[in-house]
């Protein structure tokens, strides 16, 4: 039995999209940006990061590309996560398969592990992206990153927003990244595996996408852990010393 390539896939979601969303133009490209978005990612991200894995898509939006996803690697597992209730419910209404489930939940909350995290065109909204980077690589044992790429923004100081092109804002994009946004190591043991900066289909996106790879090192986690012990080991001892000495200046009593 003959299976679907990644494009003959992309083209019927993309059929779908346009007998969905026929009336409505902006709703039809945002969605098709989604899903074109997730064809990058599936080109030039190696299998093995995806594959027979258990996945989380951070900002899933209405959920096109974690569709795409869970036709291409069936035996993985998706969870689309997002903020937007009428995005996960439309992802929940069109896009939910046995093998891929969204919910309306802030991250910070959810308390699962991942084998991999995914976030597209998402950390260009942050003030502080490198944060929530950090936060979502404790959740994971790969981080996948797709962003824009020196994104030729307009800012002022009137609103955050940026324009792009002739006619094309995109308000709300307040972080500019380059190759240099992303540092070799993240949280002490989640190591860049991957940086490679691509050329997109200017219908759209007009510039290019830079996909960042991080993994988890065990070798660096194990030493990471060791020495986190021995901080925690000095910073107790420290602590115990301070409170003698305050116990014996008086200025603290002694309490059980």
Not at 113 to 123: K, Q
Not at 141 to 165: A, H, Q, W
Request: charged share 25%; glycine share 4%.
């Amino acid at each position: 039995m003959k299976t679907d390539s990644l494009d003959e896939i992309a083209k019927k979601i993309s059929d779908e999209i346009d007998q969905r969303y026929h009336n409505s133009t902006i709703e039809q490209y945002a969605r098709k940006q989604s899903l074109y978005f997730g064809t990058l990612i599936a080109k030039h991200t190696p299998s093995r990061y995806l594959n027979n894995k258990k996945t989380l898509d951070f900002g899933c939006g209405g959920g096109e590309m974690l569709y795409l996803f869970s036709k291409i690697y069936k035996k993985s597992h998706f969870i689309g996560m997002d903020l937007n209730k009428d995005k996960i419910s439309t992802a929940q209404k069109y896009y939910t398969r046995s093998n891929v489930q969204y919910r309306c939940e802030d991250i910070s909350v959810d308390k699962t592990y991942y084998d991999v995290t995914i976030t597209s065109n998402t950390l260009e909204h942050f003030h502080n992206p490198l944060e929530w980077v950090a936060k979502l690589a404790y959740k994971c044992d790969t981080l996948i990153l797709l962003l824009p790429y020196m994104e030729s923004c307009l800012f002022d100081n009137k609103r955050s927003g940026c324009v792009i092109g002739e006619n094309t804002v995109y308000n709300g994009h307040v972080t500019r990244f380059h190759k240099y946004s992303f540092p070799k190591y993240l949280n002490g043991y989640h190591k860049k595996v991957m940086s490679k900066i691509i050329k997109s289909d200017r219908h759209f996106w007009p510039g290019h996408q830079i996909l960042v790879v991080y993994q988890k090192d065990e070798k660096l986690f194990k030493l990471t852990k060791q020495e986190m012990t021995v901080k925690q080991i000095i910073k107790s001892k420290l602590k115990q010393f301070l409170y003698k000495i305050l116990i014996k200046s008086g200025i603290k009593k002694h309490t059980i």
